[in-house]
């Protein structure tokens, strides 16, 4: 009999949710992680807890709220004089946060009865016989070395950020996600390396907070997988806003010297050399699948190294699943969450399932960014008639009283059935609004479905009300 049910490598948003599931299914469930926070301290919670999603939207709440004293309360008849900014108040209010988080973990592993094995695992070749093999899973960690075996292995073991040869991190002068979230004084110039959504979060947090930011982006596209028309309304807000973006920009070397790290780069116009206080390199993650004896045992992955893995989580090798940033997909937090319920729900012999094509998307910038679905450039390469329907937050009343006008909702519906097949959003609380959406689409709704549902006033809102009704040519309000 194997120690465990479900062993998972991985205490991320992937692998932690799966467990707690698991477990909550009555399965005998563990949980392998190691991560160790820059004090010593072992944590859950990954990536996303540690060094991404979390600690990179608490800075983003604090910067905007420095910004946001310094140049957006006079509108509001209030005026607050000379504004400082106590960095290291700011980084400790973020590293509380990611405490308390991670430290829920652990409560709620040990209100479900996961046990957490500390240290980093490795799948290994069981004994078999007539029934499925019963797996071994080695770890490594603080208490040295240890062996479980598992009917069921869940591999959760995430994502790492892309190297590249011309930008080597130091982790002091060139740094990654984990580095730009700690910097001990703000850069007076800052570069970085990639506009996509990390380098676009992590930039706008150190511009407010008094940085001059250039983003050098090797695609001629800004944002190319979003909606073209919210991708040149966030470019030129951000532009406004001061964030120097520069498209078509390849970095092909660094040095770092004393006045900062220089950086050459080429783009349309040529060679050229800029020199900044710090780097980010922020070219986007692989999967993390290092150590875990994904290859030795032979887990099929694809050219990009993914984990290959059925419809329902599974990979070629029995009672072997895989979840999150190292199975193919959108590399994010929610989509890795929903996975390893599904995958733990399957494993208990339930009807377990994601619906990949409604997961959102969203950039935490200011104006926020958010869809779901296709885009009107997916729908015409695939040939699919639809109508398209906009509402400037210009025009609704919220916003107004925000003062944030900037943006506007898109929706997309079929030509036929007026299905829902896309929703966009640039603009105020895209982050919260664009659940509506998700919901609408997982149900199948038309746009004439939200276009009859009603909406508070005055709220944000009605501006997905109205872009509903936009889709049949009758809004009310513009």
Same mark, same amino acid.
């Given at each position: 009999?194997?120690?465990?049910?479900?062993?998972?490598?991985?205490?991320?948003?992937?692998?932690?949710?799966?467990?707690?599931?698991?477990?909550?299914?009555?399965?005998?469930?563990?949980?392998?992680?190691?991560?160790?926070?820059?004090?010593?301290?072992?944590?859950?919670? $990954?990536?996303?807890?540690?060094?991404?999603?979390?600690?990179?939207?608490?800075?983003?709440?604090?910067?905007?709220?420095?910004?946001?004293?310094?140049?957006?309360?006079?509108?509001?008849?209030?005026?607050?004089?000379?504004?400082?900014?106590?960095?290291?108040?700011?980084?400790?209010?973020?590293?509380?946060?990611?405490?308390?988080?991670?430290?829920?973990?652990?409560?709620?592993?040990?209100?479900?009865?996961?046990?957490?094995? *500390?240290?980093?695992?490795?799948?290994?070749? $069981?004994?078999?016989?007539?029934?499925?093999?019963?797996?071994?899973?080695?770890?490594?960690?603080?208490?040295?070395?240890?062996?479980?075996?598992?009917?069921?292995?869940?591999?959760?073991?995430?994502?790492?950020?892309?190297?590249?040869? &011309?930008?080597?991190?130091?982790?002091?002068?060139?740094?990654?996600?984990?580095?730009?979230?700690? @910097?001990?004084?703000?850069?007076?110039?800052?570069?970085?390396?990639? &506009?996509?959504?990390?380098?676009? /979060?992590?930039?706008?947090?150190?511009?407010?907070?008094?940085?001059?930011?250039?983003?050098?982006? !090797?695609?001629? /596209?800004?944002?190319?997988?979003?909606?073209?028309?919210?991708?040149?309304?966030?470019?030129?807000?951000?532009?406004?806003?001061?964030?120097?973006?520069?498209?078509? !920009?390849?970095?092909? &070397?660094? *040095?770092? =010297?004393?006045?900062?790290?220089?950086?050459?780069?080429?783009?349309?116009? =040529?060679?050229?050399?800029?020199?900044?206080?710090?780097?980010?390199?922020?070219?986007?993650?692989?999967?993390?699948?290092? $150590?875990?004896?994904?290859?030795?045992? =032979?887990?099929?992955?694809?050219?990009?190294? @993914?984990?290959?893995?059925?419809?329902?989580?599974?990979?070629?090798?029995?009672?072997?699943?895989?979840?999150?940033?190292?199975?193919?997909?959108?590399?994010?937090?929610?989509?890795?969450? /929903?996975? $390893?319920?599904?995958?733990?729900?399957?494993?208990?012999?339930?009807?377990?399932?994601?619906?990949?094509?409604?997961?959102?998307?969203?950039?935490?910038?200011?104006? /926020?960014?958010?869809?779901?679905?296709?885009?009107?450039?997916?729908?015409?390469?695939?040939?699919?008639?639809?109508?398209?329907?906009?509402?400037?937050?210009?025009?609704?009343?919220?916003?107004?009283?925000?003062?944030?006008?900037?943006?506007?909702?898109?929706?997309?519906?079929?030509?036929?059935?007026?299905?829902?097949?896309?929703?966009?959003?640039?603009?105020?609380?895209?982050?919260?609004?664009?659940?509506?959406?998700?919901?609408?689409?997982? @149900?199948?709704?038309?746009?004439?479905?939200?276009?009859?549902?009603?909406?508070?006033?005055?709220?944000?809102?009605?501006?997905?009300?109205?872009?509903?009704?936009?889709?049949?040519?009758?809004?009310?309000?513009?």
């Amino acid at each position: 009999m194997a120690d465990f049910d479900v062993v998972v490598i991985g205490g991320g948003p992937g692998g932690y949710v799966a467990a707690i599931r698991a477990a909550q299914l009555g399965l005998r469930t563990a949980c392998v992680e190691g991560w160790t926070t820059p004090s010593g301290q072992l944590a859950l919670g $990954g990536t996303c807890l540690n060094v991404g999603c979390i600690p990179s939207k608490a800075l983003l709440e604090s910067s905007e709220h420095f910004e946001q004293a310094q140049h957006g309360l006079g509108d509001h008849g209030i005026s607050v004089g000379s504004v400082k900014l106590d960095l290291q108040k700011l980084l400790a209010r973020k590293d509380g946060i990611v405490s308390t988080l991670t430290g829920g973990i652990q409560g709620l592993f040990k209100k479900n009865k996961v046990e957490w094995l *500390k240290g980093f695992g490795r799948l290994e070749k $069981g004994a078999s016989g007539d029934a499925a093999p019963v797996w071994q899973v080695s770890i490594d960690g603080p208490d040295g070395h240890k062996t479980v075996s598992a009917t069921h292995v869940i591999l959760a073991t995430g994502s790492r950020p892309r190297p590249i040869d &011309a930008a080597p991190i130091d982790g002091k002068n060139i740094v990654d996600n984990a580095g730009a979230l700690a @910097f001990d004084k703000v850069p007076k110039t800052l570069g970085v390396i990639g &506009a996509g959504v990390i380098g676009l /979060e992590l930039g706008s947090v150190w511009r407010r907070l008094g940085s001059q930011v250039t983003l050098l982006e !090797a695609m001629p /596209e800004f944002l190319a997988l979003a909606d073209a028309q919210v991708a040149a309304e966030a470019h030129k807000q951000f532009t406004a806003q001061g964030l120097d973006i520069r498209l078509g !920009a390849t970095v092909t &070397a660094t *040095k770092v =010297g004393k006045s900062g790290v220089e950086v050459t780069f080429k783009d349309s116009d =040529g060679e050229h050399t800029a020199t900044f206080d710090k780097l980010i390199v922020a070219v986007g993650r692989v999967p993390y699948t290092d $150590g875990s004896g994904v290859r030795e045992i =032979g887990v099929a992955c694809n050219e990009r190294g @993914f984990i290959v893995t059925d419809a329902r989580g599974h990979t070629n090798l029995p009672n072997v699943w895989a979840v999150g940033d190292c199975t193919p997909g959108p590399m994010l937090a929610h989509k890795a969450s /929903e996975e $390893g319920v599904m995958v733990a729900e399957c494993i208990a012999g339930q009807h377990g399932h994601c619906d990949h094509a409604v997961v959102p998307w969203v950039i935490y910038t200011h104006p /926020e960014i958010a869809w779901v679905g296709q885009t009107e450039t997916q729908l015409k390469a695939a040939g699919i008639e639809y109508r398209a329907g906009s509402f400037p937050f210009a025009a609704n009343g919220r916003a107004r009283s925000m003062n944030a006008t900037g943006g506007f909702v898109k929706m997309l519906a079929c030509a036929k059935t007026d299905r829902l097949l896309g929703v966009h959003i640039v603009g105020p609380q895209a982050s919260e609004l664009i659940s509506e959406a998700v919901v609408a689409m997982a @149900f199948g709704a038309a746009s004439e479905d939200l276009a009859r549902i009603v909406h508070a006033h005055p709220s944000l809102s009605e501006s997905m009300h109205e872009a509903a009704l936009a889709v049949d040519k009758r809004t009310l309000h513009l």
